[in-house]
């Protein structure tokens, strides 16, 4: 279909590892988001561009979080360091512009051991 | 500090009775208003949307009320479906859509 992909759908990782998080959003959408999840929360936002520039990194929580999207469509989130309380699963949205819905992807199950 | 909060995390209801599902917001600068509906291992889908200059928005079985004053918000699902079993979050925006604050969701089970 043409909805928000994301890979992998799982990662198993071990503490210390470094790790990429891939978002392909909807074609044409000049908005992005990344949130993260974790269990029994609300999704937590962390990052949103519009087209190829962060213009709002305000939720990433630490400088070992890192995302890009250097030709306006797919994003990568990464991950350095990683840390057994960074397991969550991270979901990624996009949306036409940036006023309204937003449409997510099945989201990336990461767990860190 | 929670802006967004849903004090129920859980809702039994029977198919074909209203269901309403509540969220309540700290920050008086929030101005857009959305629901998300989440079945499992799939990501958030998108319900229903409410401005500030509005008090009600209505879509088919799904009606949003927003209380500005007491910075409350419901959402009412009638008649209640068993597809309607999933988790509901609400989310809020403030001024520019860069970033939504959720809440962690009513879990809502129709039994048939």
């Known amino acids: 279909g043409a909805g928000v992909s994301q890979t992998p759908s799982n990662k198993v990782t071990e503490k210390g590892k470094y790790v990429e998080l891939r978002c392909d959003p909807i074609?044409?959408?000049?908005?992005l988001y990344w949130y993260r999840q974790s269990l029994g929360q609300g999704p937590e936002f962390l990052i949103y561009?519009?087209?190829?520039?962060?213009?709002?990194d305000s939720g990433l929580p630490n400088d070992r979080f890192f995302a890009v999207r250097p030709e306006g469509s797919v994003s990568t989130l990464k991950i350095q360091r990683t840390e057994r309380g960074d397991s969550a699963v991270y979901l990624c949205?996009?949306?036409?512009?940036?006023?309204?819905?937003?449409?997510f992807g099945q989201g990336t199950r990461l767990t860190v051991v | 500090d929670q802006q967004v909060k849903q004090n129920s995390p859980s809702l039994s209801v029977q198919e074909g009775r209203i269901s309403i599902l509540n969220c309540d917001y700290t920050?008086?600068?929030?101005?857009?208003f959305l629901w998300y509906k989440k079945y499992p291992a799939e990501g958030p889908t998108f319900l229903i949307s409410?401005?500030?200059?509005?008090d009600k928005n209505e879509d088919g079985r799904f009606t949003v009320f927003l209380n500005k004053s007491a910075k409350h918000l419901s959402l009412h699902i009638v008649p209640s479906q068993p597809g309607d079993s999933a988790v509901y979050f609400c989310?809020?925006?403030?001024?520019?859509?860069?970033?939504?604050?959720f809440g962690s969701g009513t879990k809502l089970n129709v039994k048939p």
């Open positions: 949205a996009s949306s036409l512009d940036n006023r309204g819905e937003a449409f």
């Open positions: 074609s044409g959408h000049t908005a």
């Open positions: 561009f519009q087209g190829t520039g962060a213009a709002d």
């Open positions: 920050n008086s600068m929030f101005d857009y």
């Open positions: 409410i401005s500030s200059i509005k």
């Open positions: 989310a809020a925006s403030a001024n520019n859509f860069n970033k939504f604050y």
